[in-house]
């Protein structure tokens, strides 16, 4: 892509969105676009307000003021589970499992339920095929995810790292058209990174949009189309990942001056001239 | 510290968290004063686990953690802050209805009299901690949250610090911060085990590491050997661990 500014169809636009908690104002957007079939990041230093703008967006926080559409239709005040079954879903950063279900009745939950029509409920061969078919889209996720031989163990006996993993399977199970996640990468080992990269590059070309809040460089060098770079609340900066992560100004306020320098070079130097 | 042996040393350690299923199996590592020891490991590896178990938040089943030669397992983790050692967990590491300036009195909860003498200290080395006082920690950003645990952990002058996740939520500007002041307070004189998913960072900055793999420690060696283990990068660090070093 060459340097439009935006895709010409957008998939979700705000406009205004603000937010402020006491005098603190932590979302104050004049507009922000995720471009559609591509992967957004949202960089930005710690307190830029990104979480909360995903609260806002999603339902779960209400915006002092703000619009916006996803798909064309207004969201603003919706609340969060109807955003959800809109198609717009999110994950958290501090992962949200129900300990005392699997790891497999986890996924259940997060797919469209056929069942949940009480006319349809009612009679089980309206519904089986449809749940077959989400337990075995489920299992694929699981296989994926590296999760498969914690199927039917409780989520609450998983580690932080696998519970962050259980939350975006869960969430891919809802079949969304836009995917919100909050820094997918933390916490999740290295070498598994590598594979749920490939899998998060591959969902624009299933019709799912992503946009992804994250602070490790090399994932959103890796799978990120467009880069959105917020700092205090406001969108300061955004374009393709290359010039954007090489603007001064990010550099300054957000990778800092160590970010492609080896650590153990600064440590040498500091306790070589100390000792 | 008295004894021969190092500051911290973990036996064998078998722990978990419902009967009948075991975590760690077997675990040992030893850290000292002035060490910086950092553990990584494929996730539900024991990592997080470990640091509870040897701070007294998970049953010890079998097995020793000695802090100056002295047997301190299954000891409750007040009594464990009282000998020094301090905490600060991967999440929920914050009391959010306190203030910071709250959440940083909880530090000298042992000993309040130290309270203006110790902030100024943890100010120095945290100054961002100071413009936070006020806030209501509930409030704060997730990055923002992490200094404030790591403040509050400071607070006690710990000679042994455990930190899991300690870069969790930073931004790239903040992770660096982070790992640098964690190597200065190791050069200060304190003991920290740190658990890390930043597997390069980590590496960089450590004096030694080990590698957690299904409860047990696999594998062991300095920061500088272990970047380079063909079998730790297979295993562990990807190539993601080997491109990036490459490069640097």
Redesign the interface.
């Known amino acids: 892509m060459t340097a439009v500014r935006h895709a010409e169809d957008p998939i979700l636009v705000a406009e205004g969105v603000h937010r402020h908690?006491?005098g603190?104002t932590a979302v104050d957007v004049e507009r922000i676009e995720v471009p559609r079939g591509q992967i957004t990041a949202l960089?930005?230093?710690?307190?830029?307000g990104k979480?909360t703008l995903f609260n806002c967006l999603t339902g779960f926080d209400a915006a002092d003021a703000g619009t916006w559409t996803f798909d064309g239709r207004a969201m603003a005040g919706l609340v969060r589970h109807k955003v959800a079954r809109a198609g717009m879903v999110r994950t958290f950063?501090?992962t949200r499992v129900l300990g005392k279900l699997t790891v497999m009745e986890n996924m259940l939950l997060g797919a469209a339920q056929p069942g949940e029509k009480f006319s349809r409920a009612l009679v089980k061969p309206w519904w089986k095929a449809a749940r077959e078919s989400e337990i075995q889209h489920a299992e694929e996720l699981l296989v994926r995810f590296k999760l498969d031989a914690k199927r039917d163990d409780y989520a609450a006996?998983?580690?932080?790292?696998?519970r962050k993993?259980l939350e975006m399977a869960r969430a891919l199970m809802a079949r969304p058209r836009l995917l919100m996640l909050d820094?997918p990468m933390?916490?999740?080992?290295?070498?598994?990174?590598?594979s749920l990269l490939d899998h998060i590059a591959e969902l624009p070309s299933q019709g799912v949009s992503v946009v992804f809040v994250e602070?490790?460089?090399?994932v959103v060098k890796t799978i990120a189309d467009w880069v959105v770079v917020m700092a205090e609340g406001k969108v300061v900066a955004e374009g393709e990942p290359g010039p954007t992560l090489a603007n001064p100004a990010v550099i300054d306020?957000?990778?800092?001056?160590?970010?492609?320098?080896?650590?153990?070079a600064?440590?040498r130097e500091r306790?070589g001239s100390?000792s | 510290m008295m004894g021969n042996g190092p500051h911290l040393e973990v036996v064998d350690l078998v722990a978990g968290?419902?009967p009948g299923?075991d975590i760690l199996r077997g675990c040992s590592i030893t850290a000292d004063d002035r060490e910086l020891v950092g553990i990584?490991?494929?996730?539900?590896?024991?990592?997080?686990?470990l640091l509870k178990a040897i701070f007294g938040l998970v049953p010890v089943r079998s097995g020793s953690v000695l802090l100056s030669g002295k047997e301190v397992a299954n000891q409750q983790a007040d009594r464990l802050v009282a000998q020094g050692m301090a905490f600060v967990p991967?999440?929920?590491n914050v009391f959010a209805p306190l203030t910071v300036r709250e959440n940083l009195q909880l530090g000298t909860h042992l000993n309040r009299s130290l309270f203006d003498q110790r902030l100024q200290k943890v100010e120095a080395m945290l100054p961002e901690l100071t413009e936070m006082l006020g806030a209501r920690a509930g409030?704060?950003?997730?990055?923002?949250r992490q200094l404030v645990a790591m403040g509050r952990a400071l607070m006690s002058e710990p000679s042994v610090l455990l930190l899991d996740?300690p870069s969790?939520?930073?931004?790239?500007?903040?992770?660096?911060?982070a790992?640098?002041r964690i190597?200065e307070i190791r050069?200060a004189g304190v003991c920290v085990v740190i658990v890390e998913?930043?597997?390069?960072?980590c590496l960089?900055?450590c004096d030694r590491a080990y590698v957690l793999d299904q409860g047990r420690d696999a594998y062991h060696g300095t920061?500088?050997d272990l970047i380079h283990d063909p079998k730790v990068v297979e295993?562990?660090?990807?190539?993601?661990?080997a491109s990036?070093?490459g490069a640097?």
Request: glycine letters at 16%; aromatic letters at 4%; charged letters at 20%.
């Open positions: 908690f006491g603190v960089i930005g230093p710690n307190g830029a979480t950063q501090l006996s998983l580690s932080g790292g696998q993993l820094e933390a916490g999740v080992n290295p070498a598994l990174v590598q602070h490790d460089m090399h306020a957000y990778l800092g001056a160590h970010h492609d320098v080896d650590l153990r600064i440590i306790e100390a | 968290y419902l299923i990584i490991g494929p996730n539900g590896a024991g990592k997080s686990t991967q999440s929920d409030a704060l950003s997730g990055g923002q996740e969790a939520g930073l931004s790239p500007a903040r992770q660096d911060e790992f640098l190597r050069t998913q930043n597997a390069r960072r960089q900055i920061g500088e295993l562990y660090l990807g190539d993601l661990g990036e070093d640097a």
